[in-house]
């Protein structure tokens, strides 16, 4: 493990256990170095944190790769993802795999991203800076700095108000981040008019 962007990130690199018909691979996890409150009942991140040494192997299942979407209105055309310090990096990946044209039938996305301190943006920065540039038509992006996390309310945040559009038919919402993140953009976005079956919470 080592340090990475300051000193509230860990990246952990390693390459994938294979057999000889097994393609290799390299795998990076993204954790912070201190506990946070939210981190569920897994030890996953402790024994990353604390436990494992350069040279441990530990194996990892892949989780899902696809949202489920269970809205009234096919096909999706719109996307807006909201997430909190790390949960950027599974909405990026999605909006890497949705943003080429003709990859999917999403016309527009949307990313508010929001943290509480400055330097936590530097972990996918100039990743997300880099699909905006492919697609500054498709995509909009916003970084927010706010304490909505433990303190203030997202409603009358008027970055968020601006950047977070109000629910259309076709329209499917991702939320990703702590527990309490995930509660508070849920409901958040419930009270702009998003039916609760058009929004995916990942943990």
Same mark, same amino acid.
């Given at each position: 493990m080592g340090g990475d962007g300051g000193n509230n990130k860990r990246r952990g690199g390693g390459r994938a256990s294979t057999t000889s018909t097994t393609p290799t691979g390299i795998v990076r996890v993204v954790l912070p170095n201190e506990k946070v409150e939210d981190e569920g009942n897994s030890k996953?991140? #402790?024994v990353l944190r604390d436990e494992l040494r350069p040279g441990d192997e530990v194996a990892i299942r892949p989780g899902k790769t696809h949202l489920s979407y269970r809205g009234k209105h096919v096909p999706v055309t719109d996307m807006v993802y909201l997430a909190w310090g790390l949960g950027i990096v599974p909405v990026l990946d999605q909006v890497r795999a949705i943003t !080429?044209?003709? @990859?999917? @039938? /999403? #016309?527009?996305? @949307? /990313?508010?991203?929001?943290?509480?301190?400055?330097?936590d943006f530097d972990i996918a920065m100039d990743d997300l800076?880099? #699909?905006y540039m492919?697609? !500054? &038509?498709?995509?909009a992006v916003s970084?927010?700095?706010d304490d909505v996390?433990?303190?203030?309310?997202?409603?009358?945040?008027? #970055?968020?108000e601006e950047s977070v559009p109000?629910?259309?038919? &076709?329209?499917?919402?991702? /939320?990703? &981040?702590?527990?309490?993140?995930?509660e508070k953009a849920r409901g958040y976005l419930m009270r702009r008019g998003y039916p609760e079956n058009c929004i995916c919470v990942l943990p």
């Open positions: 996953f991140m #402790e !080429p044209k003709g @990859s999917s @039938s /999403v #016309e527009a996305s @949307s /990313v508010t991203w929001l943290n509480d301190n400055r330097d800076e880099a #699909e492919k697609c !500054p &038509g498709k995509l970084c927010i700095i996390l433990n303190a203030n309310p997202m409603e009358g945040n008027r #970055e968020v109000y629910y259309n038919a &076709g329209t499917m919402a991702v /939320v990703c &981040g702590p527990k309490r993140f995930a």
